[in-house]
């Protein structure tokens, strides 16, 4: 268990990161040096539950004294079901990243999704009212962005996957949204994919293993944003192929991890931090080591 503390006495509020594995989270230093910003008071550790042992690792966090905690993966599921109350984003994603430790008992949120928009519209200057989205994947971070997408008020929101019933089932769980935001929503399989998208985000795992999205000619429209959620001290492999396909730009999601620590941050402490000197030495951390 690693343990970052801001300058000062000692802080009794303790925060974690939960997850198997763990020891690669950014985690601790970002949130570090948002207390350190901000002037909180708090401890912030990395803790490793057991694959089988998440609920026991967590309620003995709690009964430690803890006051929140961050949870990856494979726990943001089960997150989500232990969770006595659940944010309107969190329900909507079907999976928990952030908690909240209460006299009522343990509020579950979602700050994915929220943390995509606001790097995409933040430092990367793209905004998206308006624009024609193409979301690639229908997993759980897929899920995640959904609602944060769709209330971000796109033109057009299109979701591809290899299996384009998951894709129909996620354009079906989020149509009310949708409707409601006067966003045209609609899902494929990557051959159904229509031309012409502004911002192309890439939410599935495929950067890990090499392997790029196999989208028809013309996906991307001119001046367009590639955005992986993946990243790495290099390029993906996503925003290396998407920039040779037509993308105007690329980014990777560190932007994105920065921005969902800083709404988990606020969540728990009331004061929104500034992400710019955070994000700038996390990805000189990630470059020194490669």
């Known amino acids: ?42 401890v912030y550790e990395r803790l490793l539950a057991p694959l089988d042992a998440f609920a026991a690792t967590l309620r ?82 897929s899920r995640g962005a959904m609602l944060p997408l769709i209330e971000a008020r796109p033109a057009a929101l299109f979701v591809a996957n290899r299996t384009a019933a998951r894709a129909d089932e996620l354009v079906a769980r989020f149509a009310d949204a949708a409707a409601r935001c006067n966003v045209a929503l609609g899902g494929g399989g990557w051959g159904a994919v229509p031309a012409g998208f502004d911002v192309v985000i890439n939410a599935t795992t495929g950067s890990l293993q090499g392997e790029v999205p196999p989208l028809p000619a013309g996906a991307y429209a001119t001046g367009s944003l590639a955005y992986d959620m993946m990243y790495g001290a290099q390029p993906t492999v996503f925003m290396t192929h998407a920039v040779a396909s037509g993308a105007a730009k690329a980014s990777d999601g560190l932007g994105m991890l920065v921005e969902q620590a800083a709404e988990a941050f606020a969540v728990w402490r009331g004061v929104r931090p500034s992400t710019d000197v955070v994000r700038a030495a996390l990805r000189a951390r990630l470059n020194a080591k490669s």
Not at 9 to 38: C, K, M, N
């Open 1 to 42: 268990m690693t343990n970052q503390t801001p300058a000062g006495d000692l802080p009794t509020d303790r925060y974690a990161v939960i997850g198997h594995p763990v020891e690669h989270s950014q985690s601790p230093f970002i949130h570090a040096e948002f207390a350190r910003e901000t002037g909180q008071r708090l």
């Open 60 to 141: 003995t966090f709690i009964e430690q004294g803890a006051r929140g905690a961050n949870v990856t993966v494979p726990f943001k599921l089960e997150a989500h079901a232990l969770a006595d109350r659940l944010t309107e984003r969190a329900q909507a994603a079907g999976a928990v990243n952030t908690l909240v430790f209460d006299a009522q008992g343990i509020i579950g949120d979602n700050t994915d999704g929220v943390g995509l928009v606001r790097d995409i519209e933040g430092p990367l200057g793209v905004t998206l009212a308006g624009r024609r989205v193409l979301l690639l994947g229908a997993g759980g971070a």
